[in-house]
């Protein structure tokens, strides 16, 4: 027998994770000012209603990876109640490849809505 409901975290996971760069894009994209980690955690929970909400200390490979592209800066502030804070900006290249990505993500999601019309 099919275990469902494993099927389904499983799912969910592989889904998340294909969309996490593009929604941590987003955000930043959203932002007015440089965020740090857990500013940008909370805004993915309050922004995608915590559809994508997830340990914050995944979003920093992927942040990582990002400024790495050359889609976002970063620069350390210090901290009063804590470790130095490292605080992240999307760039001009950033917005190019969010507005990519965007329009990628739109036309695969109508093919899937498509596909799924009449389905359940």
Known sequence: ?????????KFE???????????????????????????IAKALEQQGGGVLAGK????????RNLEAAGLLDSHVEPSVAGP???YYRINDDGRQVLAQWTAAWNTTRDSVQTLLQGVN
């Open 1 to 9: 027998m099919a275990d469902i409901e494993g099927l389904q975290r």
């Open 56 to 63: 914050q200390s995944a979003l920093y490979p992927v942040l």
């Open 84 to 86: 130095p804070r490292r």
């Open 13 to 39: 996971k592989e889904l998340a994770s294909g969309t996490v760069s593009l929604v941590l894009l987003a955000v930043m994209g959203r932002a007015t000012e440089p965020l740090y980690g857990y500013q």
